[in-house]
């Protein structure tokens, strides 16, 4: 996982953690574990796509860094919040623990909540601070397609908690959580661009293709192709949408909710696209990354 002349002594992913919970404290260290390897999930994907990745030393001020915190036990455990803030990402415990977390996904009427959606989530705000907001030719275009980011956030978030998503939100946005702010749809869309590009080279690793018998044409799909590599958001798109249609027909057969219980409408797929764009406008002119990438999947499958 790290060369022997590494002098960080940290592997690619371990090398942005800032703080880690105590793990003298029993339990600690069974949830610290299921974030880290939810969070080299997450690096597998940033390192397959060459994305840039500095830590606190490369970039003191704005380098990414991962806070995990647990909660002062007789806080109930509803003090610390998930969230970014300039390069830093706090992460929540609790969040690792299934019961907690689905009794929150439940109380905030959530279709998904998971570790990885918010390591991707939160991965959106830092990369857009990163990559769009002091570029105006793609600010002009981040605002044709998410809206004005410069509107309050505070006020803005006010609003959604106060009065929810607007009227047909579905056709424009991917979760009602993107309704809430610009930052906010960009963050859950780049969260989705990363569940569609790894799941789809999930499913062509394995092989999965899918060719109904019974039905339209369109519902047909083989990965055939790097999903990290795609010439298109077209062409994710079409291997995503009969995979996607597939894999919660057999959720729905065993009685289990959907695995991706999510419409993407048109111009939520236009916003996608801008995204694979950027992603891969980066890409061309990042050194390759796919040794550091490879290890930091294999210590996520261990």
Not at 115 to 134: Q, T, V
Not at 179 to 194: G, I, Q, V
Request: proline content about 5%; some cysteine; charged content about 25%.
């Amino acid at each position: 996982m790290v060369r022997a002349d590494d002098e960080a002594g940290y592997c690619a992913a371990c090398r942005h953690n800032r703080l880690i919970p105590d793990l003298a404290t029993p339990g600690n260290a069974e949830l610290w574990a299921r974030i880290e390897a939810a969070k080299r999930r997450l690096f597998y994907t940033l390192l397959r796509l060459q994305l840039p990745l500095e830590n606190r030393i490369d970039n003191p001020e704005h380098g990414l860094a991962f806070d995990f915190l647990a909660d002062e036990a007789q806080s109930h455990a509803h003090n610390v919040m998930t969230g970014h803030d300039n390069g830093l990402i706090t992460l929540a415990l609790r969040e690792a623990d299934d019961v907690v977390r689905e009794k929150v996904r439940g109380e905030m009427h959530e279709p998904y909540r998971t570790l990885l959606g918010h390591f991707r989530h939160e991965s959106g705000h830092y990369f857009w601070d990163r990559m769009i907001s002091d570029d105006e030719a793609k600010l002009t275009e981040f605002r044709a397609l998410f809206g004005d980011e410069r509107e309050d956030y505070a006020v803005a978030l006010q609003r959604h908690y106060n009065e929810g998503a607007p009227a047909f939100w579905q056709n424009e946005f991917v979760s009602v959580y993107a309704t809430a702010h610009p930052w906010e749809d960009f963050a859950e869309t780049w969260a989705h661009y990363l569940h569609i590009v790894d799941t789809l080279e999930t499913a062509r690793a394995f092989g999965i293709k899918v060719k109904p018998r019974v039905a339209p044409s369109e519902l047909s799909a083989v990965v055939d192709f790097d999903a990290h590599n795609a010439t298109s958001m077209a062409q994710l798109i079409d291997a995503w949408l009969p995979i996607g249609f597939a894999v919660n027909s057999l959720n729905r057969s065993m009685g289990q909710p959907d695995l991706y219980p999510f419409v993407l409408a048109p111009k939520t797929i236009e916003k996608l696209a801008f995204i694979h764009a950027l992603t891969h406008a980066v890409k061309a002119e990042t050194p390759r990354a796919s040794k550091a990438a490879e290890a930091v999947k294999q210590a996520a499958v261990a």
